[in-house]
């Protein structure tokens, strides 16, 4: 494969996890979060201050950096306990600004200029980079896909998607609304994080606008598109959406305008998106797949 292949499918890669991370939040839970780039960039500059300037390695790192994103995820996450749809949307894309103004404007992330010189993943004192730096993001993803799976056959799944379906009703029949709302969060951020790691490994160089808004919003089109609550469904939105603005470059500068219109087409037509309950590819994979077991 090209360098330019390698490169865009290893951000899909990188993109998908945190995607995956915002599906147990939104999907699973039922949380509106408009703010999950945060989170991501937290993971990001969590590495990048502790590899640069502590010189800790990757791998001594990464658990730091997944408890930190886990910590401040379940920090965060206190006002799901208070706020609800509109209100906890507003509240998360809140968030996100504040996460963003911090490491613009504190010196000690680097301000406006970012931070750089991010070391290369080290493995047997090979340098990661490339096709061999795309397969270990491509493991970290199997992996969160497992971690979903599992969580799809759980009680804690059972608890969330019944807290997602009716809270009141969750609360009567003995499920804590806020030890799961609290759990999915947490599970969803520590996801977010380890994207962003990887993501300022691989890119070297990172700065604030890496993690604003519309990358939230971009994060947020691809699980829709791909089907809320759905174990591939993030994977196949990112795909999607990881592939059409290159296959479209000249219309690069309307990338929001095309994730916002997306959201409320799927919305209104497909709110179950492409892999969800009663969509047109479930309808026609369905039979396809009942036709080859027979």
């Known amino acids: 494969m090209s360098a330019y292949v390698v490169t865009i499918a290893t951000l899909m890669v990188v993109q998908a996890i945190a995607v995956c991370g915002l599906n147990v939040i939104v999907g699973y839970a039922g949380q509106i979060s408009l703010g999950h780039a945060a989170f991501f960039g937290i993971g990001a500059y969590s590495t990048a201050v502790l590899t640069t300037k502590l010189g800790i390695s990757f791998w001594t790192a990464l658990p730091l950096v997944i408890g930190i994103s886990a910590l401040i995820g379940l920090l965060l996450g206190l006002p799901s306990l208070r706020v609800r749809e509109d209100f906890l949307a507003i509240t998360t894309i809140g968030i996100n600004f504040i996460v963003e103004a911090v490491f613009r404007y504190v010196p000690f992330f680097g301000g ?7 070391p290369r993943v080290m493995f047997f004192g090979v340098r990661l980079k490339g096709i061999p730096f795309f397969l270990l993001c491509l493991g970290f993803l199997v992996l969160v896909l497992l971690i979903c799976w599992w969580l799809t056959r759980s009680w804690a799944s059972l608890a969330c998607y019944a807290i997602r379906e009716e809270e009141a009703a969750a609360s009567t029949m003995g499920i804590s609304p806020v030890r799961f709302k609290l759990l999915a969060f947490v599970i969803g951020t ?34 829709v598109l791909g089907g809320m609550g759905t174990l591939w469904g993030p994977v196949v939105g990112t795909l999607i959406l990881g592939i059409l603005p290159e296959l479209f470059r000249p219309l690069v500068d309307y990338r929001i305008f095309f994730y916002t219109l997306l959201l409320l087409l799927m919305i209104r037509f497909q709110p179950g998106g492409l892999l969800g309950e009663n969509s047109f590819a479930r309808k026609i994979i369905t039979p396809l797949l009942k036709g080859l077991r027979k």
């Open 112 to 118: 406006a200029l970012g931070i750089g010189g991010i």
């Open 190 to 223: 520590a996801m977010a994080g380890l994207g962003g790691s990887l993501y300022a490994h691989y890119m070297q160089f990172i700065s604030a606008g890496d993690f604003s808004f519309p990358i939230s919003v971009g994060f947020l089109a691809m699980l």
